[in-house]
C-alpha cells in the first residue's frame, strides 16, 4: 500500500468527453491527446477509457508513448504530434502511427521505411500558422500534399495546424487566431484545388474547442479539458454564462497521502529547510510523505493548503524531496494515518488550478509533473 496515491476518477474523465462532444455536431471526430503519461493521469488507461467513451483518435508526443499503446493492444489510429528522430522512424512506422509530416525530407525518410518495411506510412500534412513549432509553411503545403501524394508508400490521411493563443479572450489574440484560421483554410483550399483529397482536417486544442467552436473543421484536439480543466480559469467563467446548459469539466486527478506524524511544536520553533516558517504561537503538525520529487513543486509553498476529514490546512515552511508539512493549528481532532487530500474534484479542496496559482504556472504542468512513486488508482 502506498502513501503516495492519484485517485484517478475514470467516471468524471468520461463526462468530460461527453460534455466536449455535446458542444459539437456528432459527424465532429474527437482526438484525445494521451501524451506525458495522459497529462500524468495514465497512459494506458486513459487511452482504453477514451476509446469506450466514443473517442477515435488518441495522440502521443514521442515514438516511444505511440509503442506503449500497441504493446497494450490499442487499435485506433495514433497520431504522433512531434516530429520524430532519424532513429524513431522505423518504429514510427513499424507501429502505424499516423506522423505530422512538416517536410519533403521528411516524407522521404518515412517513405523509405514504409518501402523497407513492406507496407504504407499514414501522415497528416502539420502547416505552421503562426505557433512557430513545427510545420511547414503555408505557401509549401501544396507542394508537399502533390510531394505526398506522388510517393505510393505514404497516404495522406489529413492535414492540421496548432494555435497558440486560442485559450484568451483578448482582442488581439482573438485576431491572430482568426488569422492562423484563416491561412490554415488558404492552405486547405490549395491542397483541395489540386484535386488532392485532404483527409482530416483540424486545429482545436481545448481553448479553441471552448473559444472558437466554429473553426472545428472536422475534429477537435481538446487534451486538457478532458482531464477536467479549463486552459486556463478565465474560460470556466466564459462557459458558464455563455452556454449555462453545459455540463462543465470535473478534475480527473485527486492527489492524496497519508500523515505520517503529528507534532506539537512551542512558539518560535522552525519548520523545515533554511528556517523560513517560524511558529507565531504553541501548534500541532502534520507530516506528511510527499515532496518535489513527487511533483510537488517547492514554489507551492508559501500558497497551498490541503484538506484533511474536509478542512483545509496551509502547507508550511519549505516543501522537501520526500515529505512536506501542514499547519493544524489547535485542531486536535486529526490523527497520524488520516488522509491527506492535496487537489482533486471534490469542493472542499483545492484544485490543480489553484496549486498552479501559487507556482506562477498552468494546471497542465501541475498535472504532467506527478511523479512516478505516486500509485495511481483507477476509481
Ligand atoms: C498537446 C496538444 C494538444 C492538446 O492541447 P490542450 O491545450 O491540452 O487541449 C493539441 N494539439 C497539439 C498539437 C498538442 O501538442
Redesign the pocket.
Request: proline share 12%; hydrophobic share 35%; net charge positive.
Given at each position: 500500500m502506498s502513501t503516495k496515491t492519484a485517485n484517478i476518477y475514470i467516471e468524471n474523465f468520461v463526462n468530460n468527453i461527453l460534455s466536449i462532444r455535446n458542444l459539437y455536431h456528432p459527424s465532429v471526430k474527437m482526438?484525445i491527446?494521451v501524451?506525458a503519461q495522459a497529462?500524468g493521469h495514465g497512459a494506458v488507461r486513459m487511452a482504453v477509457e477514451a476509446l469506450a467513451a466514443g473517442v477515435e483518435y488518441l495522440?502521443v508526443?514521442t515514438a516511444e508513448e505511440g509503442a506503449e499503446l500497441r504493446a497494450n493492444n490499442i487499435r485506433c489510429p495514433i497520431l504522433l504530434?512531434?516530429i520524430a528522430g532519424k532513429e524513431e522512424i522505423d518504429a514510427v512506422v513499424d507501429n502505424e502511427l499516423t506522423s505530422?509530416v512538416h517536410s519533403k525530407e521528411y516524407a522521404v525518410l518515412l517513405a523509405q521505411s514504409a518501402k523497407k518495411q513492406n507496407t504504407r506510412a499514414h501522415v497528416h500534412i502539420k502547416i505552421d500558422t503562426g505557433m512557430g513549432r513545427i510545420g511547414c509553411p503555408p505557401d509549401q503545403t501544396s507542394s508537399l500534399a502533390a510531394f505526398i501524394d506522388s510517393c505510393k508508400e505514404l497516404c495522406l490521411d489529413g492535414v492540421?495546424t496548432?494555435l497558440s493563443v486560442s485559450?484568451t479572450l483578448d482582442d488581439s489574440d482573438k485576431h491572430f487566431t482568426q488569422n492562423q484560421i484563416k491561412l490554415f483554410t488558404n492552405a486547405v483550399n490549395s491542397i483541395v484545388s489540386l484535386g488532392i483529397e485532404p483527409g482530416i482536417i483540424h486545429c482545436s486544442?481545448?481553448?479553441a474547442?471552448f473559444l472558437h467552436p466554429d473553426s472545428c473543421f472536422n475534429m477537435i484536439?481538446?487534451?486538457?479539458?478532458?482531464y477536467g480543466y479549463y486552459?486556463n480559469p478565465i474560460i470556466a467563467q466564459y462557459m458558464q454564462s455563455k452556454y449555462p446548459d453545459f455540463t462543465g469539466l470535473k478534475p480527473v486527478m485527486e492527489l492524496c497521502s497519508k500523515i505520517s506524524q503529528i507534532k506539537t511544536i512551542e512558539k518560535g520553533q522552525p519548520v523545515s529547510y533554511g528556517r523560513t516558517w517560524v511558529s507565531e504561537s504553541n501548534t500541532t503538525i502534520a507530516t506528511i510523505p510527499m515532496g518535489y520529487a513527487d511533483g510537488l513543486h517547492r514554489s507551492f509553498s508559501p500558497g497551498i493548503c490541503v484538506s484533511i476529514n474536509g478542512k483545509k490546512y496551509p502547507i508550511i515552511g519549505r516543501i522537501c524531496m520526500d515529505q512536506c508539512m501542514a499547519d493544524l493549528g489547535n485542531d486536535d481532532s486529526i490523527n497520524e494515518g488520516d488522509t491527506v487530500i492535496f487537489f482533486g474534484p471534490n469542493s472542499n479542496c483545492l484544485t490543480a488550478d489553484d496549486f498552479a496559482a501559487a507556482a506562477k504556472t498552468i494546471s497542465?504542468e501541475v498535472l504532467t509533473s506527478i511523479g512516478q512513486r505516486v500509485k495511481r488508482i483507477y476509481v
Open positions: 482526438c491527446p501524451k497529462y495522440a508526443a504530434l512531434s505530422f492540421c496548432h485559450d486544442n481545448s481553448g474547442v484536439r481538446p487534451g486538457i479539458a478532458a486552459p497542465y
